[in-house]
């Protein structure tokens, strides 16, 4: 068995192999099953330039992660960054807002499995049926989190290239189905539409700074981080691009298609096709609720050893050596929003908060450029205060394309957290 992290008493048991699948997986999960329909709808062809714009914003996010993550290797990922590089209220607001997109995103997944289970029974739509079917799905993840990262990891990377297969076999072959006369470019969108169109494939593109929480529990982070984000975006794009050009090509109602990878698959391959891609789809959404599962705990857990949250929060369990109570607090409100949310709302809250803290990862590389109390950078940027500069202009924008709900909801969501950090301080 690996040796526990000195720092934190975990297991640094996560292989680099096993990190690229991590972010991978929880990469490609609800955004590639749900999104490609909405957003043909919003801006139809021009949705593949929608994702040329994601694709590139993420990649300057990324490089940004990159570099700042190279400096350090404990548990936290972007809460980490901000409370070194901006003191502890920024780095609080961060961590608290962080674990909560997190039980968005995981609701917003759960209510995507659902639709998709109901293919096969549709009473799984509603009623106990579907509440018993979330709870069961946060049971089972829960279990096999609490008895050792090293078992989750493997589970993981299980899920990633299982997933990756199938969904690769869907791109691949779908192209040789595509009818060249879907691809019409009608007037380019308005602003607004195309905006929220890029807002929105943000989350799908996302992933890759969940997959930096369990920094204390992976081998070698300072190096493995930095290349495993690089390596996983490219892979991540490339599948995404073809998965929208298969989706334009094949399916004539894109636009108004619930299960739009499965509808697709019914056109060019059949009922077989479209039953096939309705188990890949719960096995994609399931290996990423597993992700979740596995990095949502550890931020809680980071927090706490940081006295910014409750000690008992980073109690770790003396036989499997994880975070034990930060398990269970985090699968209880994951059950409890999985089951009285909705998908495309919990999306959009998990979008926004993630921006947020982009924002602030980004403006921590020239802060910490500055510093010399702090680690070196493994990996460093070529002209990175450009790029951070650019990639927090870009982050604003999109914050600023909102709706009044969701920012409304996450400003409640901001207050709570800054009282409680109030209550943490007296304390």
């Known amino acids: 068995m690996t040796p526990p992290a000195p720092e934190t008493g975990l297991d640094r048991a996560i292989r680099p192999f096993d990190f690229i699948a991590l972010i991978i997986n929880i990469t490609i999960g609800a955004g590639i099953l749900g999104l490609p ?34 400096r350090f290797s404990g548990t ?10 901006f003191g502890p209220l920024v780095g ?8 909560l997109s997190r039980m968005a995103a995981f609701a917003s997944i759960c209510n995507l499995v659902v639709s998709y289970a109901a293919l096969f029974r549709p009473q799984l739509s509603s009623g106990w049926e579907r509440t018993a079917l979330i709870t069961g799905i946060v049971v089972v993840l829960g279990s096999i989190n609490f008895i050792g990262v090293e078992r989750s990891a493997r589970v993981n990377t299980v899920f990633t290239v299982s997933k990756l297969l199938a969904i690769g076999a869907f791109a691949v072959g779908g192209l040789f189905f ?16 195309f905006s929220q169109a890029v807002l929105l494939l943000i989350f ?3 992933g890759f700074d969940v997959a930096a929480i369990p920094s204390g529990e992976v081998q070698h982070p300072q190096r493995t981080v930095p290349l495993s984000l690089l390596v996983s975006i490219g892979t991540v794009a490339v599948l995404f691009m073809a998965v929208q050009v298969v989706c334009i090509g094949t ?6 298609s619930e299960r739009p990878l499965a509808d697709a698959a019914g056109q060019f391959i059949g009922p077989a096709g479209a039953v096939f891609i309705t188990v890949v789809a719960l096995l994609t959404a399931l290996g990423t609720l597993h992700a979740l599962m596995l990095t949502g705990p550890r931020l809680l857990f980071a927090m706490a050893e940081q006295n910014q949250l409750p000690g008992w929060l980073a109690r770790t369990h003396p036989r499997f050596r994880t975070p034990y109570i930060a398990i269970f607090v985090t699968a ?14 919990a999306l959009t809250l998990s979008t926004l908060i993630r921006l947020a803290y982009f924002a602030l990862t980004s403006a921590a590389l020239p802060v910490l450029r500055r510093r010399t109390d ?8 070529v002209g990175g205060v450009i790029v951070a500069g650019v990639t927090v202009l870009l982050c604003v924008w999109l914050l600023s394309n909102s709706s009044g709900r969701e920012a409304r909801d996450v400003a409640i969501a901001a207050g709570v957290g800054l009282l409680i950090f109030l209550g943490m301080k007296t304390r």
Not at 42 to 61: D, F, M, N, P
Not at 178 to 193: G, K, L, M, Q, R
Not at 251 to 256: G, I, K, S
Request: charged share 5%; with cysteine.
């Open 37 to 70: 329909a909405k957003i043909y709808g919003l801006v139809s062809t021009w949705s593949l330039l929608a994702y040329g714009v994601s694709a590139a914003i993420v990649t300057l996010i990324i490089l940004c992660f990159a570099e700042v993550s190279s």
């Open 76 to 85: 936290g990922g972007p809460y980490l960054y901000a409370r070194v590089a």
């Open 92 to 99: 609080f607001q961060v961590g608290w807002l962080f674990w």
């Open 178 to 193: 595509i009818n060249p006369d879907a691809f019409v470019f009608p007037s380019f969108p308005d602003y607004t539409s």
């Open 204 to 206: 799908t593109f996302s």
């Open 251 to 256: 399916l004539p109602d894109l636009a108004h």
């Open 332 to 345: 209880t409100l994951q059950l409890l929003l999985a089951v009285t949310g909705t998908f495309l709302y």
């Open 374 to 381: 702090v680690p070196m950078a493994q990996f460093r940027v």
